[in-house]
């Protein structure tokens, strides 16, 4: 039996005539200026451009990013998601794009810092290095925590989505906002009640979005521990990543005993943010993804501090 020859002889073009055979034509010529200063600027261009954009930037931009925590671990090497806006006036074609980028490689020496006052920093380098009047920058990132097991108190990490944005005029005009998405276990009120036994429960997502007092330092407390505990401190049991057979009971049976319906836990929530005196401005949202449905339960609540008074 004759052997099947693998080997291929087959004469291809060179590289070049195989990207010619695909599209690639010869560079035609140029005649357009190649030094900057002589080209043109269409974004710069001064007319009447019929509105005023509130905002127009980057979005998605994905960068290396250092953050502080009060739960261990302490200091933490993450990755930021960022977007960042200007205002332009009607007079102006737009913003130089470019710009953003560039002053985050020049914010990055050191490591990109997310706190307070290096974002106040950022803001104000930005936005003279833009020449507009307004930037906001925002900037979502999964912050990690450990977790310890209630009754074995086994380690491990579990995470949850946190962002902080500063909209900011000048060094006396600014406003910083946070947000903390964490996840939670709910037992069903109703279903507890109406069974012979056993209750269902689900994964709840609970999201708080806050505004902060002007004098908040976030060097002098942790944001996201705070929120974390607002939501986790009001659940019917708490998330755990590392879970053995004595926990799981543990775990299992604070759900039973804490049953909470979504409505239940926005209330709950909102109270303990009403409580920190950092915080002006709230708004929680619990998404339970039901077990026993397809759907997904939702609540809500909005809540301004200083219209309170």
Same mark, same amino acid.
């Given at each position: 039996?004759?052997?099947?020859?693998?080997? /291929?002889?087959?004469?291809?073009?060179? *590289?070049?005539?195989?990207?010619?055979?695909?599209?690639?034509?010869? &560079? %035609? &010529?140029?005649?357009?200026?190649?030094?900057?200063?002589?080209?043109?600027?269409?974004?710069?261009?001064?007319?009447? $451009?019929? $509105?005023?954009?509130?905002?127009? %930037?980057?979005?998605?931009?994905?960068?290396?990013?250092?953050?502080?925590?009060?739960? *261990?671990?302490?200091?933490?090497? #993450?990755?930021? @998601?960022?977007?960042? +806006?200007?205002?332009?006036?009607?007079? /102006?074609?737009? +913003? @130089?794009?470019?710009?953003?980028?560039?002053?985050?490689?020049?914010? @990055?020496?050191?490591? $990109?810092?997310?706190?307070?006052?290096?974002?106040?920093?950022?803001?104000?380098?930005?936005?003279?290095?833009?020449?507009?009047?307004?930037?906001?920058?925002?900037?979502?990132? &999964?912050? $990690?925590?450990?977790?310890? %097991? &209630?009754? #074995?108190?086994?380690?491990?990490? @579990?995470?949850?989505?946190?962002?902080? *944005?500063?909209?900011y005029i000048d060094t006396d005009e600014y406003t910083f906002h946070g947000s903390l998405t964490a996840y939670i276990t709910t037992l069903c009120p109703c279903s507890k009640e109406i069974s012979e036994y056993s209750a269902h429960s689900q994964r709840g997502k609970v999201t708080m979005e806050v505004q902060f007092t002007d004098d908040f330092n976030d060097h002098e407390s942790d944001w996201k521990e705070a929120l974390l505990y607002a939501a986790e401190s009001n659940a019917s049991a708490m998330i755990h990543p590392v879970l053995k057979r004595p926990d799981e009971k543990h775990v299992t049976e604070t759900a039973y005993e804490n049953p909470r319906f979504v409505e239940d836990i926005v209330r709950l929530v909102a109270a303990d943010l009403y409580d920190l005196p950092f915080i002006k401005k709230f708004k929680v949202t619990c998404e339970n993804e039901e077990s026993i449905h397809l759907h997904d339960a939702i609540a809500a609540i909005e809540f301004d501090k200083e219209i309170d008074r």
């Open positions: 039996m004759n052997k099947i020859d693998t080997i /291929s002889h087959r004469v291809l073009p060179s *590289k070049k005539d195989r990207h010619i055979l695909f599209g690639s034509v010869e &560079p %035609g &010529p140029k005649t357009k200026p190649v030094v900057k200063e002589d080209m043109a600027d269409l974004q710069n261009t001064e007319k009447d $451009f019929l $509105f005023d954009i509130k905002e127009v %930037g980057i979005s998605n931009v994905k960068y290396p990013i250092v953050i502080d925590s009060a739960i *261990k671990p302490v200091n933490q090497s #993450t990755i930021g @998601n960022f977007k960042m +806006t200007a205002q332009v006036d009607r007079t /102006s074609k737009g +913003t @130089n794009m470019s710009r953003f980028l560039e002053q985050i490689e020049q914010s @990055n020496q050191d490591g $990109f810092r997310v706190d307070f006052s290096s974002l106040l920093h950022f803001s104000d380098s930005l936005k003279q290095r833009l020449e507009q009047e307004q930037v906001t920058v925002d900037i979502s990132f &999964p912050w $990690f925590y450990e977790r310890t %097991g &209630p009754s #074995t108190e086994k380690v491990g990490l @579990n995470h949850a989505e946190a962002a902080i *944005k500063v909209h």
